[in-house]
Nanobody
Framework: QVQLVESGGGLVQPGGSLRLSCAASGFTYTMAWFRQAPGKEREGVASIDTERRTSYAESVKGRFTISKDNAKNTLYLQMNSLKPEDTAMYYC???????????????????WGQGTQVTVS
């Protein structure tokens, strides 16, 4: 069992930056960030595994960076050059290492945080 608590969302102007944090009770999982805008399906933004291999959605490559600090049990998402279309509720998620489904599909993740709102306007 893992517990996830996000923070760091807020209102930012286009072109600005935000850093999201996710406090996790353990890191023996593949971790990911998802987002969901009103009326849209939850989509994968980025993931990182226990060997720090990362994956990104095409829409955020070059702008977002996922990282983790094992000593602090904290997952991060650094978001730069933000656009209005990045506006969404952002969620931290985790899945067991033996789960090998597409990292960007929310159905493969068992553990979720409560979400933090990011608004770019």
């Amino acid at each position: 069992q893992v517990q996830l608590v996000e923070s760091g969302g807020g209102l930012v102007q286009p072109g600005g930056s935000l850093r999201l944090s996710c406090a996790a009770s353990g890191f023996t999982y593949t971790m990911a960030w998802f987002r969901q805008a009103p009326g849209k399906e939850r989509e994968g933004v980025a993931s990182i595994d226990t060997e720090r291999r990362t994956s990104y959605a095409e829409s955020v490559k070059g702008r977002f960076t996922i990282s983790k600090d094992n000593a602090k049990n904290t997952l991060y998402l650094q978001m730069n050059s933000l656009k209005p279309e990045d506006t969404a509720m952002y969620y931290c998620a985790a899945r067991e290492l033996y789960v090998v489904g597409d990292w960007s599909q929310h159905r493969w993740y068992k553990y979720w945080g409560q979400g933090t709102q990011v608004t770019v306007s």
